[in-house]
């Protein structure tokens, strides 16, 4: 079946630190794959999409690539700051109905 | 927009009372879909909705919970009666129909403890 699997967490870092964020999937046919934030207390946001082959999403600072080849959209930002602490989960589609997510990685930034 | 509005923000209940959770989607939306989220089981699917009728519900746990949407702007999620065991963390998220590629509009979610 259509899924997804990314890194277990809890990832800390320091501020200003790389971050990767790793997520693999598995799909029949080409999925949409996205990458959702959730704040504490707050419900899950789009924080950036790709629809197709080598489409690259980008928003705040963050950037995926979809990767065919490898099957993967792997998240990563350059320099994170403190408030980018919150849960990253990784997901695809096919169909409305057919949105899978990943379990989530805890991001803890230390100042 | 206001987003998806759900109320209330948290709830707490003893076992066997009734519980409904409400949702409003993004005015437009024509798809609306239930999640519940643990930190055991993660994000699941309970039921989605297209145009106010229940496609799939086939992540509703058991008979106990149940789901309506009477009309465009309105849904609610009933347990009744409740466990503890339900005590999680329940969302609303809503999609439009058209344009793609189908991303989903999460709630601020609706906090439930049952003591």
């Known amino acids: 079946g259509n899924s997804v699997t990314q890194m277990e967490g809890p990832v800390t870092l320091s501020e200003e630190a790389f971050l990767t964020i790793n997520c693999t999937y598995t799909?029949?046919?080409?999925?949409?794959l996205f990458w959702y934030v959730q704040y504490p207390g707050e419900g899950l946001q789009l924080l950036l999409k790709a629809t197709k082959a080598d489409d690259k999403g980008s928003n705040k600072g963050f950037e995926a690539t979809y990767r065919k080849e490898t099957t993967s959209f792997h998240l990563e930002k350059g320099s994170v700051q403190v408030s980018d602490s919150a849960v990253y989960f990784c997901a695809l589609s096919l169909l409305f109905n057919d949105m899978r997510f990943g379990a989530g990685t805890r991001l803890t930034v230390k100042p | 927009d206001a987003g998806v509005i759900q109320s209330p923000r948290h709830e707490v209940t003893e076992m066997g009372q009734e519980v409904t959770l409400r949702c409003k989607p993004i005015s437009g939306h024509d798809y609306l879909f239930w999640y519940r989220q643990t930190m055991m089981r993660g994000l699941e699917l309970l039921i989605y909705?297209?145009?106010?009728?229940?496609?799939?519900d086939s992540g509703m746990p058991e008979d106990r919970f149940s789901a309506k949407m009477p009309n465009a702007s309105f849904s609610t999620l009933k347990i009744q009666p409740s466990e503890p065991r339900d005590s999680a963390v329940y969302f609303c998220?809503?999609?439009?129909?058209?344009?793609?590629?189908?991303?989903?509009?999460f709630g601020p979610g609706t906090r439930l403890t049952v003591t």
């Open positions: 799909a029949t046919g080409y999925p949409s």
């Open positions: 909705f297209n145009n106010n009728v229940p496609i799939d």
């Open positions: 998220a809503s999609s439009p129909n058209i344009g793609g590629p189908y991303e989903q509009y």
